[in-house]
């Protein structure tokens, strides 16, 4: 059991570890186990966050050249349907490379825009580093010169999945293999929007009166990456933009500049100020009803509207030479709704992105806000 606490709303909750922790600490047990022929109870897995599990291994197997190793998924404290399942990998030498694959309970993709491409397994880049960094690391350790096969197999998974949102997202037969830092941290709504509040708080009391805001890493790196805006000046809201908008208002700053991608921010233009897909969605009839606004036909909406993400949407209006036009009637509908939402008692701007078409819209007073954003940055760097 990882041993590794966060304290949310005055309580003490457990850090647990992800799919993708699992499936790397059974491929670099199992590749282990195959090199040296001796038998492992637990295997140890430094995460991408510099957090260092050991795991117990469960259903271990060696037979007919290959070793079978199970993880058991601790979700710690945090609410997860995916808590407790058995996640193994089987590995074999090959000649040369590691070639990484997925069997039973791991979904394929079967649509345009996830991570992976249409007929490849439900992988995330983050785990496969990671199962690449682990047993390449056993390799250096007893001096293998050859490759590994590795299969990634969840029993449970494809039941999991009917669960989850996969099969929406045109994930099929099973769940998706995830995590970025290896960990998965316990966050109540509560906690988060408290997390919000106390970082606002600290920049206002700080006498800053402009705020920027992104939902998540995606849009605080292409502040700093394609903006060259400094992060130190960059809230994190998650889905909860209309609290932030509540609670900048009540602090007084003088504007709020959102910038995030349009998977979520697309959702402010049908007024959704809770973007996480619970409460809703409304992504695909939002962008349908900017196309007709803009003069796009009914055909290419009922396209759109069967479309499962927004970069299929973009792909669509980019092949119809409606995007520019499209993006402007959504940008005037965020605006309307954020000053609905604010009473115009804040200035705020948009910034909106798509990770494969980069730029996509902005609100009018939007290039305003970033400037002082960038003279703000120019002015600390010269002190």
Do not use: W
């Not at 979904?107 to 690449?132: C, D, F, S, Y």
């Not at 998706?176 to 509560?190: C, F, H, K, N, W």
């Not at 998650?238 to 509540?246: A, C, E, P, W």
């Not at 520019?324 to 909106?352: D, P």
């Amino acid at each position: 059991m990882l041993e590794e606490y966060r304290y949310k709303d005055k309580k003490k909750l457990r850090c647990g570890y992800t799919t993708g922790s699992c499936a790397a600490a059974a491929a670099k047990a199992a590749a282990q186990m195959l090199l040296d022929g001796n038998r492992i109870e637990a295997v140890e897995l430094t995460t991408p966050g510099g957090v260092l599990l050991r795991l117990p291994l469960y259903g271990v197997r060696q037979q007919n050249g290959a070793v079978t190793c199970g993880v058991k998924k601790d979700a710690g404290d945090d609410a997860d349907v995916t808590d407790g399942i058995m996640i193994y990998a089987t590995v074999r030498k090959t000649d040369q490379g590691i070639c990484l694959d997925a069997g039973e309970g791991i979904g394929r993709v079967t649509r345009e825009g996830l991570q992976q491409k249409p007929g490849q397994p439900a992988i995330n880049q983050g785990p496969q580093n990671m199962i690449r960094q682990a047993v390449e690391e056993i390799s250096d350790r007893y001096g293998y010169e050859g490759g590994f096969e590795i299969l990634l197999s969840v029993p449970e998974g494809k039941q999991i999945a009917e669960k989850t949102f996969n099969s929406r997202l045109g994930i099929k037969d099973g769940i998706s293999i995830l995590g970025s830092t290896g960990i998965v941290e316990p966050m109540s709504e509560a906690a988060l929007v408290e997390t919000i509040r106390l970082e606002l708080q600290v920049k206002a009391a700080a006498g800053i009166r402009d705020v920027m805001v992104a939902p998540g890493n995606y849009g605080k790196d292409f502040a700093s990456e394609q903006l060259g805006i400094d992060l130190d000046i960059c809230v994190k809201c998650s889905n909860f933009i209309g609290d932030t908008l509540d609670m900048a208002c009540q602090m007084d700053f003088r504007s709020l500049l959102l910038i995030g991608h349009i998977g979520k921010l697309v959702k402010i233009g049908a007024g959704v100020m809770n973007t996480h897909s619970r409460f809703a969605d409304a992504r695909m009839e939002t962008l349908t009803a900017c196309l007709l606004q803009a003069g796009g036909d009914a055909q290419m909406g009922r396209q759109i509207l069967g479309c499962v993400t927004t970069d299929e949407a973009l792909e669509i209006l980019k092949t119809a030479g409606m995007t520019e036009a499209v993006m402007n009637v959504l940008m005037n509908k965020i605006e309307a709704h954020l000053n609905h939402r604010t009473g115009r008692e804040l200035e705020t701007g948009v910034i909106l992105f798509s990770n494969k078409y980069g730029l996509l819209g902005q609100t009018q007073n939007a290039d305003i806000l970033l400037k002082r954003f960038r003279d703000r940055s120019t002015d600390q760097e010269g002190r």
